[in-house]
């Protein structure tokens, strides 16, 4: 989740790897917009869009399940590839549930996005915050980083409430990994660990009857902000094979994993995951149609590091 300011604001930053300019007109095309707006699963209708002091942007987001959440959005600060002041939430029958401010800013051809969302009360920024994490709506800002990419990649962000060499020696030290990173119901063991530049780790999951073996090669790590490797399947013996409940994934993955601090004891850790090497047409279908399922692993994963973290 967001990392909290004022007692009733919620503040969160991304970097886009991508101009101010092409993210701005992200935001403010009713065409691109609709390509990334929302929770995953959820699609996106514009009625009508008046992007200036005092317009309305008119929509109704259609939820996975058929349910469609109406919105009429009022603009009251418009500044060109720079800033954006909004209502969000309202609609005919309510009136809007918080006040969002953006600003945008180039970083050497890359774009900042800061977010400040204001709620009424702390106590409904309580309530929200729950409602966001339920729905998956900080995915909305992982879609936007996909959407900007020039690749086929698929991006998770989530803050977490402790300092980032504590967060970086828990991604990176095997004791630890293996409590948190497997999926809901799998223990994770190490059979053998060499977590640096140029070294490999050999691991298997278990969850019931399903047994599974991977192994990661590292190709960069640099403490405390970032590592990077390539994933495969393996059989016991180490030898390659294909993901074991489905053969059309790809052989081979790419793993970047950026750490950065939001406060003295707040770090916000982004996954970057994409095809590594040759892929066919199939395999790299296979990986765009599972994002979904991707968010939810990972979102299990990222609450037991949460609840993890808290038992420590």
């Not at 970057?272 to 149609?289: L, M, P, Q, S």
Request: aromatic residues 14%; proline residues 5%; hydrophobic residues 35%.
């Amino acid at each position: 989740m967001a990392s909290k300011s004022k007692a009733n604001e919620l503040t969160l930053t991304r970097i886009y790897d991508a101009p101010v300019k092409m993210v701005w007109e992200a935001w403010t095309d009713p065409k691109q917009v609709a390509k990334w707006w929302g929770p995953r699963g959820f699609t996106l209708t514009t009625h009508s869009k008046d992007l200036r002091v005092g317009g309305h942007w008119h929509y109704t987001m259609h939820g996975p399940d058929g349910v469609d959440y109406p919105n009429k959005t009022v603009y009251y600060e418009v500044e060109k590839y720079s800033r954006l002041v909004y209502d969000h939430g309202a609609n005919d029958n309510q009136p809007a549930l918080f006040r969002v401010t953006v600003v945008f800013s180039e970083q050497a051809g890359k774009t900042k996005m800061e977010m400040t969302m204001a709620f009424p009360s702390p106590e409904v920024l309580g309530e929200m915050r729950k409602f966001i994490k339920k729905a998956g709506g900080e995915a909305t800002w992982d879609r936007l980083a996909e959407y900007l990419s020039s690749t086929d990649r698929f991006y998770i962000n989530r803050s977490f409430e402790a300092p980032i060499d504590e967060i970086f020696d828990i991604w990176t030290n095997p004791k630890h990994v293996a409590k948190w990173l497997p999926p809901t119901g799998f223990t994770m063991e190490y059979i053998k660990a060499d977590i640096r530049a140029g070294g490999t780790s050999f691991y298997c999951m278990t969850g019931g009857d399903v047994k599974m073996y991977g192994k990661a090669s590292y190709l960069e790590i640099t403490k405390p902000n970032r590592i990077v490797y390539t994933q495969v399947f393996c059989d016991a013996n180490e030898k390659i094979t294909r993901h074991p409940m489905a053969p059309t994934w790809p052989e081979t993955m790419l793993t970047t994993i950026t750490f950065a601090e939001e406060g003295p004891s707040t770090t916000r850790v982004t996954v970057a995951w994409e095809v590594y090497g040759e892929a066919t047409a199939e395999e790299r279908e296979t990986f765009n149609k599972s994002k979904g399922g991707m968010t939810i692993g990972w979102t299990g994963s990222f609450d037991k590091l949460e609840e993890y973290l808290e038992e420590r």
